[in-house]
């Protein structure tokens, strides 16, 4: 197991710039964009629609009450965006630019109008420019490095810790006649993973409970949040059968 979290570590540290803004489930939008502060012309609005329209989660910057446990567990999950004001004689133009956590950019859209009235002229540029970005399709996502660790909350999600060598594996837990493993990252987090394919099948952050903690279930289908617990040989998940119904399922040793 180690030795094939080594190889996707060394995999995804030569992909990792290859990254594109709809491989992000979630964008952080400024309060105010810096090109923009004086007169915004009813484009942050506007922004957030397009967005939304795209399939993406909006985070509002400097709100960190509204942010989904796995982003606060992995910033590198968003992107930021920013407009940018493009100088023009005769035209109103901007720029769109998406950038990772590591400030890097990952997507640079210009819209261009020749309406002369600024705000109906910049808020033609900005539809030009977002109706270049791509729908979110985050759940298709490649690993996303972190300066610490390397994690991915898709469905084929591996993981390692890249602070350390050798990484503390427990001993197998089955259900369903299927072998999972555990893998601890970081700050008392770990993952199940599904010994077959090596793929996560639930994130683990721990609550301010002893034994209870939030859990990220991992599914082609969506990911969603659900509750799971730590009793002795056990790891106990409650899973979502439909809505407003779950189904507690036990991991033996």
């Given at each position: 197991m180690k030795s094939i979290l080594s190889l996707i570590l060394l995999a995804t540290l030569s992909t990792?710039?290859?990254?594109?803004?709809?491989?992000?489930?979630?964008?952080?939008?400024?309060?105010?964009f810096p090109d923009f502060k004086k007169n915004d012309f009813n484009l942050p609005p506007r922004l957030k629609t397009f967005l939304r329209r795209k399939k993406y989660e909006i985070i509002v910057e400097d709100n960190s009450n509204n942010r989904p446990l796995e982003l606060q567990n992995n910033p590198c999950l968003a992107t930021k965006v920013d407009l940018q004001n493009v100088k023009s004689t005769f035209k109103n133009k901007l720029k769109v630019v998406f950038t990772d956590c590591n400030h890097s950019v990952v997507g640079d859209f210009e819209g261009v109008s020749s309406i002369k009235e600024f705000e109906k002229g910049y808020q033609e540029a900005l539809q030009v420019a977002m109706n270049q970005v791509k729908t979110q399709s985050a759940k298709n996502t490649p690993v996303i490095q972190n300066s610490n660790n390397i994690i991915s909350t898709t469905t084929d999600q591996t993981v390692t810790n890249q602070t350390s060598a050798n990484q503390n594996i427990n001993?197998?837990?089955?259900?369903?006649?299927?072998?999972?493993?555990?893998?601890?990252?970081?700050?008392?987090?770990?993952?199940?993973?599904?010994?077959?394919?090596?793929?996560?099948?639930?994130?683990?952050?721990?609550?301010?409970?002893?034994?209870?903690?939030?859990?990220?279930?991992?599914?082609?289908?969506?990911?969603?949040?659900?509750?799971?617990?730590?009793?002795?040989?056990?790891?106990?998940?409650?899973?979502?059968?439909?809505?407003?119904?779950?189904?507690?399922?036990?991991?033996?040793?």
């Open positions: 990792s710039n290859a990254q594109d803004v709809s491989d992000y489930k979630y964008v952080i939008v400024p309060q105010e001993p197998y837990y089955k259900l369903d006649g299927k072998n999972y493993e555990v893998a601890t990252t970081s700050n008392g987090n770990f993952v199940l993973i599904n010994q077959e394919n090596s793929q996560i099948v639930a994130q683990f952050y721990p609550s301010t409970q002893k034994n209870i903690y939030h859990v990220n279930i991992i599914v082609p289908e969506g990911n969603y949040q659900t509750i799971g617990y730590v009793n002795g040989n056990n790891i106990m998940i409650e899973y979502r059968t439909a809505l407003n119904s779950w189904e507690l399922k036990t991991y033996t040793k």
